[in-house]
Nanobody
Framework: QVQLVESGGGLVQPGGSLRLSCAASGIALFMYDMDWYRQAPGRQRELVAIITSGGSTTYADSVKGRFTISRDNAKNTVYLQMNSLKVEDTAAYYC?????????WGQGTQVTVSS
C-alpha cells in the first residue's frame, strides 16, 4: 500500500522560508516521478514542481527561482524548499505520484504566508 505523508507546513512571514517533506512508504520514490501540487481556497489544484525518476526538475512559472524540489533516496523522501515566500503562496500543499496508472496523494500540509 502506497502512503505519502507530508510535513513541514506552517505560518511564515512574507520573504520567509519553509521546507516541506513527503515521506513515502510502499514505493521506492527514486523509481517514479514525484510532484508537489498546491490548492488555495476557492482555486483549482495546481502543479508546483516535478522531479522525475531521472532527477530532472520542472517548476511552475510562479515559483521558478524561489522553490526547489529534491529527493533523498536513502530516506525515501521528497522535499520542497520554499524561499522568498509570498502571500499568494498560501495554500495546502500535496505530494503526488502515479504508480500502475493510479494516482496517490498525501493528506496535505498547510502553508500560510502572512504578516
Amino acid at each position: 500500500q502506497v502512503q505519502l505523508v507530508e510535513s513541514g507546513g506552517g505560518l511564515v512571514q512574507p520573504g520567509g522560508s519553509l521546507r516541506l517533506s513527503c515521506a513515502a512508504s510502499g514505493i521506492a520514490l527514486f523509481m517514479y516521478d514525484m510532484d508537489w501540487y498546491r490548492q488555495a481556497p476557492g482555486r483549482q489544484r495546481e502543479l508546483v514542481a516535478i522531479i522525475t525518476s531521472g532527477g530532472s526538475t520542472t517548476y511552475a512559472d510562479s515559483v521558478k527561482g524561489r522553490f526547489t524540489i529534491s529527493r533523498d533516496n536513502a530516506k525515501n523522501t521528497v522535499y520542497l524548499q520554499m524561499n522568498s515566500l509570498k502571500v499568494e503562496d498560501t495554500a495546502a500543499y500535496y505530494c503526488h505520484t502515479v504508480r500502475s496508472w493510479r494516482d496517490f496523494w498525501g493528506q496535505g500540509t498547510q502553508v500560510t504566508v502572512s504578516s
